[in-house]
């Protein structure tokens, strides 16, 4: 009897520990992003569809303004999956601190395909600008951090002021350059119709106003660890977890 009763109590343990963790949810997109050879697949597959793209408006262009690419950083040039490991390992959320420690590492991967297409959108002769959301705080690190592994025109790096919303930094960049190309792992990183919107309205303007633009003008990376798309989901409200795991299960599709 005894036996038995410290078994259950070891299961229940484990049981609450493993449900206690604010990452559980996020552990095969983890997984997928560091193991999976398909997401390897998909990362080169976009940045080779990218650079074929590139190469037909270089040869088709003649406006009077430099044409400008406009990358994306986190999941889209640089890959933090070795910190969202470690969160999940740690059981740990994400907070300023830990994610300001690993920036300050500046031992972050680019993402496959990314220096490729960079460096030939460089010796191509386009404007190349990484828009990033992260703190301005962490601008000496992020540069540091792409010019080591390097890419081209690293110096141009803009980061996140005030607004989390992409919109106005893109504007800027449209009064001196023609921008002609925006890649991320985010729909943020392409248009204001996207942020803060709810997951049927977000993949309504992907279908209905976009449909034609992914593949020509924007260039999609899968990013399963986080993202808006997760956001959506939760209504942007601060849930805890059995409130966020309650909400993610009610929006399955199930037969």
Same mark, same amino acid.
């Not at 390992?89 to 680019?110: C, G, L, M, R």
């Given at each position: 009897m005894i036996k038995y009763l410290t078994i259950a109590i070891s299961f229940l343990v484990i049981?609450?520990?493993?449900?206690?963790?604010?990452?559980?949810?996020?552990?095969?997109?983890?997984?997928? *992003?560091?193991?999976? %050879? =398909?997401?390897?697949? &998909?990362? /080169?597959? *976009?940045?080779?569809? %990218? =650079?074929?793209?590139? &190469?037909? /408006?270089?040869r088709k262009y003649k406006g009077s303004k430099k044409p400008a690419v406009v990358l994306d950083v986190d999941e889209t040039?640089?890959?933090?999956?070795?910190?969202?490991?470690?969160?999940?390992?740690?059981?740990?959320?994400?907070?300023?601190?830990?994610?300001?420690?690993?920036?300050?590492?500046?031992?972050?991967?680019?993402v496959v395909g990314a220096l490729s297409f960079t460096r030939l959108a460089h010796k191509k002769g386009f404007k190349i600008f990484y828009l990033t959301n992260r703190s301005s705080n962490f601008k000496n690190s992020t540069i540091e951090n792409l010019k080591k592994l390097g890419f081209p025109q690293f110096q141009n790096t803009i980061l996140r002021s005030k607004e989390r919303s992409k919109e106005g930094r893109r504007e800027n960049i449209k009064k001196k350059y023609n921008l002609v190309m925006l890649i991320g792992d985010n729909l943020t990183d392409f248009s204001l119709l996207y942020d803060e919107q709810s997951s049927d309205k977000r993949k309504s303007v992907v279908m209905n106003k976009h449909y034609k633009k992914f593949g020509t003008e924007y260039f999609m990376l899968p990013n399963p660890m986080y993202g808006d798309w997760d956001k959506a989901l939760l209504d942007y409200k601060k849930l805890d977890e059995a409130q966020k795991r309650q909400k993610r299960t009610s929006e399955l599709t199930v037969f």
């Open positions: 049981g609450c520990a493993h449900k206690m963790n604010p990452q559980e949810n996020y552990l095969m997109g983890i997984l997928y *992003t560091q193991r999976a %050879a =398909e997401h390897t697949a &998909l990362t /080169i597959q *976009t940045y080779n569809l %990218a =650079e074929k793209r590139l &190469l037909e /408006i270089k040039v640089l890959d933090n999956s070795p910190y969202q490991g470690k969160l999940y390992v740690q059981s740990q959320s994400f907070d300023y601190k830990s994610w300001q420690e690993w920036i300050n590492t500046q031992k972050a991967h680019p």
